[in-house]
Each structure stands twice: as structure tokens, then as C-alpha cells.
């Protein structure tokens, strides 16, 4: 069983506004990531970390920002919150390259 | 850049039939290659690990096997029940961020 939580799992919010999705895990992985993935289409990477103070930005091209100060911890920022925004968020954790990569529930989020 | 496709996009099968997803990848230096099952809404769940220098993994019903000179992963469901209808992804981890690139997944749909 995969102890990696994402809140909130559904989150419906206005336009313009800040928004930080949250993500934690418990199994002490040093390797964290999200995805964005919207309706019948791929998980694309859009931030990645190998650690604390470690953060990189992944192959689409997001206006989020992450944030790596706990290992356990991998909070998503939206600043200003736009209906492009809309999509399911999921994050995952690792240890290493050579071992399961495992998510969480995902965050889907709906900017009206 | 690595590509990952997977055929088919959607199958429908009886009850206790038993089936392959073909998963296929561009770039033959990898990691690793992962099966997850996703349900409407939910995350993924791992399913199967399988290392490059691996040929299969079996778990339960299910086998996945890998040959990276041929760039093709396939997953084997024995015995196919309607709780095996979801989405099956596969996902190969290389390049220097050690990232997992996706497919669109393929749509099982058990029949009882």
C-alpha cells in the first residue's frame, strides 16, 4: 500500500485566485514528481525533485511552482488560478531509479 | 525524446478471457519499465516493475514482459473479470532526469 496523500481531491475555484495543492508521503522517498494529466490523454511532467531544496521543472511548460523544504512534502502553487488551469494533478514518489514509482489519489481542479 | 505508444487504445473482452496490452518505446536505454492500472477519477496503481535487465515479472494474473532491443512491453491478463475493467498505462523510466514518460494508457473493458 502506497503512502502518498494528495489534498484537496476535488477542488472547483475562481478565476484569478491562489491556489497550493498538497502532497505527502510517509515512505521517506527522496524523489518526487507531478503530473498533469487532462480527460483520455498522457501524464505529462511538468515538476520534479531529488531532494530537500531540489526542484526542477519538467517537460510542459506549467505557471505552477513547487516548493521541496521537508522530504515528505511537495506542496504545488498556482498563483493566479486560470480556467487553462483545469486538469487532474497527481503526484508521485520514488526512492532511487531503480525501484516503483508510486501516486496518489490525484487533485482534480476545475478554475471557473 | 522518448515516445511510448500503446495498442489498443480501448478493448472489450468476455469474462475469463484472457489478453495482451502491447506497450512500445523509441528510446531503448531505460531503466526500468512500470504497468499501472488507473480507475476512472482515481490514481494510478503500480501493477508491475520491470527492470532493464529483466525479461518478465509476474504477479498474480498478471505477466509483463519486456524486450528492450525491440523497444515492446506487453502485459498478459489471465483470466480476465470485470474488476480488471480500468485503464492500463505503461511507463518507461530513463534520460538524465530519471523521469517516467507515459502512454495514453489502453481501456479494458470486461464483460460478464
Sequence with gaps: EADIYQTPRYLVIGTGKKITLECSQTMGHDKMYWYQQ?????LHLIHY???????EKGDLSSE???SRIRTEHFPLTLESARPSHTSQYLCASSVG?????????????TVV | KQEVTQ??????VPEGENLVLNCSFTDSAIYNLQWFRQDPGKGLTSLLLIQSSQREQTSGRLNASLDKSSGRS?????????????TYLCADRGG?????????GTLLTVNP
Design chain 1, 38 to 42: 487532462d480527460p483520455g490523454m498522457e
Design chain 1, 49 to 55: 525533485s531529488y531532494g530537500v531544496n531540489s526542484t
Design chain 1, 64 to 66: 505552477s511552482t513547487v
Design chain 1, 97 to 109: 531509479v531503480n525501484t516503483e514509482a508510486f501516486f496518489g489519489q490525484g487533485t482534480r481542479l
Design chain 2, 7 to 12: 495498442i489498443p487504445a480501448a478493448l472489450s
Design chain 2, 74 to 86: 506487453t502485459l498478459y491478463i489471465a483470466a480476465s473479470q470485470p474488476g480488471d475493467s480500468a
Design chain 2, 96 to 104: 538524465s532526469n530519471y523521469k517516467l514518460t507515459f502512454g495514453k
